[in-house]
């Protein structure tokens, strides 16, 4: 069955993301607010966001609230990121991983395994 997971890298501070919030959505004619969030100590989520009865193939797009976690990792504003958004389509029923690397000023994502 098709399932969707996240997790979040550091890379300022070489460390997982560790309580970062954020939304997945599904986009269609509307967009619909499908789960909300927060990283653990390894920067996962706990449970997948999409998974066995809930996994459907669509374009979904999650956000992450990085502005907020690197304000709480540093005590200031940087400015900069606040949340990065990302749109991707699933397309078949199987598992995919959608990591996240980031710093302040910038963000990296792949499909992972």
Request: charged share 20%; with cysteine; net charge negative.
């Amino acid at each position: 069955m098709g399932r969707l997971t996240t997790h979040v890298l550091d890379t300022a501070n070489g460390k997982p993301g560790n309580g970062i919030t954020g939304q997945l959505y599904a986009i269609g004619t509307d967009v619909n607010l499908i789960a909300e969030f927060t990283t653990n100590q390894d920067g996962r989520v706990d449970k997948p966001l999409l998974g066995d009865n809930d996994f459907q193939c669509g374009t979904y797009e999650l956000v992450f609230n990085i502005g907020e976690y690197f304000a709480n990792e540093t005590g200031e504003d940087s400015g900069f990121l606040s949340d990065v958004v990302l749109r991707f389509n699933l397309s078949k029923d199987e598992h995919y991983h959608v990591p996240l690397l980031v710093s302040p000023w910038s963000y990296s994502t792949y499909r992972g395994s």
